[in-house]
């Protein structure tokens, strides 16, 4: 369980620490004597956490004065929990960044709350995956197609308001006609699961192709699942020919919708800062981020947990301009969506 007053005293203390001097770099390197929290915005096992402790086994090395870095995950609310302590609580000097799935990427802007932060007010460090979005349902229930799914109803299981498993399902019910019927609160990754193996629901939607791969590789080996409908910008050539949900939207509005939905998907696991770090500490994690994922040592490491491929890795200056197109959306579709995913 997350010890808030733990880590909010140790986050005071170090706030503390390098008042004064989060601008200015030591001959050894800001980051020396200095501990690097990496919250993963989910449950133990899940292809965001797996992710996430390789890469703290090696960005100390590229940060300047190789501090510790550790993993802690901190799940619930489908990673909004994570956004939301990034925005409020975080210390902003560049010793805490969050690990998420895609989804918190557009709960800002469609999201209930109506917070007073923006997703491209985040700090972007980097993406490692170009994922696509699998709407599936497991070997044994009789919905086996996407026809199927919009002729009889489909329980899902979501993770918590803002991830994409609670949004995605009912944007394709008002797309393409579906009824799928999210049964929500799991944490993560390997709740949902355990809910499909053991038939509490139909299936899963979407399921982050970069997520099954290291957390179910057999369901895949197996032909455990059966993919129902892709939900992103490019198809994956794992899903076995299944339909892609921007092809079938029939109107600009619904293909706009789909974009919208989809574009975090080409920023597969995303790693944000704080808003408010300093440039010269935002220049430095992005660096080592970049330098940690060239590190051969590490992709072998990431390939051999991911069903053998390496990290499609974006950049943060890449990332940040994703950020700012998501941020951007129009009016029209942004009211729509958030009536759609918050009657």
Same mark, same amino acid.
């Given at each position: 369980m997350w010890d808030f007053a733990r880590y909010g005293v140790l986050a005071v203390a170090a706030l503390t620490v390098t008042t004064g001097v989060t601008s200015a770099q030591t001959p050894e390197g800001y980051y020396k004597n200095k501990i690097v929290q990496i919250n993963i915005?989910?449950?133990?096992?899940?292809g965001i956490d797996v992710g996430a402790r390789?890469?703290?086994?090696?960005?100390? *090395?590229? !940060?300047?004065?190789?501090?510790?870095?550790?993993?802690?995950?901190?799940?619930?609310?489908g990673g909004v929990r994570v956004l939301e302590y990034l925005y409020a609580q975080a210390p902003k000097d560049g010793t805490w960044i969050g690990a998420f799935a895609s989804g918190p990427l557009l709960d800002p802007l469609i999201g209930p709350r109506?917070?007073?932060?923006?997703i491209a007010d985040f700090v972007a460090l980097g993406a490692t995956d170009k994922d696509n979005g699998l709407c599936t349902t497991w070997h044994t229930?009789?919905? *086996?197609? !996407?026809?199927?799914?919009?002729?009889?109803?489909v329980t899902v299981a979501g993770t918590g308001a803002g991830s994409a498993t609670d949004t995605e399902p009912l944007v394709l019910n008002e797309v393409l006609g579906t009824k799928f019927r999210v049964i929500t609160g799991y944490l993560g990754t390997q709740e949902t699961a355990l809910a499909l193996e053991r038939g509490e629901v139909d299936g899963r939607c979407a399921f982050?192709?970069?997520s099954i791969k290291p957390s179910k590789p057999d369901w895949l080996r197996e032909n455990k699942?059966?993919?129902l409908v892709q939900l992103g910008l490019e198809p994956e050539a794992g899903a076995k020919g299944a339909p892609m949900?921007?092809?079938?939207?029939?109107?600009p509005d619904k293909k706009a919708m789909i974009r919208v939905m989809a574009t975090p998907r080409g920023l597969g696991r995303p790693y944000l800062g704080p808003p408010g770090m300093h440039p010269e500490r935002v220049a430095e994690m992005r660096k080592a981020w970049m330098l940690a994922f060239a590190d051969k040592d590490l992709r072998a490491e990431f390939a051999k947990s991911n069903g053998g491929d390496e990290p499609q890795e974006t950049s943060g200056e890449t990332m940040q301009k994703m950020l700012d197109s998501i941020q951007a959306t129009p009016i029209n579709v942004r009211d729509r969506l958030r009536v759609l995913l918050n009657p």
């Amino acid at each position: 369980m997350w010890d808030f007053a733990r880590y909010g005293v140790l986050a005071v203390a170090a706030l503390t620490v390098t008042t004064g001097v989060t601008s200015a770099q030591t001959p050894e390197g800001y980051y020396k004597n200095k501990i690097v929290q990496i919250n993963i915005a989910g449950t133990a096992g899940g292809g965001i956490d797996v992710g996430a402790r390789i890469l703290a086994r090696y960005l100390g *090395k590229y !940060l300047p004065g190789n501090p510790q870095v550790l993993a802690q995950n901190m799940p619930g609310a489908g990673g909004v929990r994570v956004l939301e302590y990034l925005y409020a609580q975080a210390p902003k000097d560049g010793t805490w960044i969050g690990a998420f799935a895609s989804g918190p990427l557009l709960d800002p802007l469609i999201g209930p709350r109506r917070p007073s932060y923006g997703i491209a007010d985040f700090v972007a460090l980097g993406a490692t995956d170009k994922d696509n979005g699998l709407c599936t349902t497991w070997h044994t229930s009789p919905v *086996k197609t !996407l026809d199927d799914a919009k002729k009889r109803e489909v329980t899902v299981a979501g993770t918590g308001a803002g991830s994409a498993t609670d949004t995605e399902p009912l944007v394709l019910n008002e797309v393409l006609g579906t009824k799928f019927r999210v049964i929500t609160g799991y944490l993560g990754t390997q709740e949902t699961a355990l809910a499909l193996e053991r038939g509490e629901v139909d299936g899963r939607c979407a399921f982050g192709f970069a997520s099954i791969k290291p957390s179910k590789p057999d369901w895949l080996r197996e032909n455990k699942l059966n993919i129902l409908v892709q939900l992103g910008l490019e198809p994956e050539a794992g899903a076995k020919g299944a339909p892609m949900a921007l092809d079938l939207a029939d109107t600009p509005d619904k293909k706009a919708m789909i974009r919208v939905m989809a574009t975090p998907r080409g920023l597969g696991r995303p790693y944000l800062g704080p808003p408010g770090m300093h440039p010269e500490r935002v220049a430095e994690m992005r660096k080592a981020w970049m330098l940690a994922f060239a590190d051969k040592d590490l992709r072998a490491e990431f390939a051999k947990s991911n069903g053998g491929d390496e990290p499609q890795e974006t950049s943060g200056e890449t990332m940040q301009k994703m950020l700012d197109s998501i941020q951007a959306t129009p009016i029209n579709v942004r009211d729509r969506l958030r009536v759609l995913l918050n009657p």
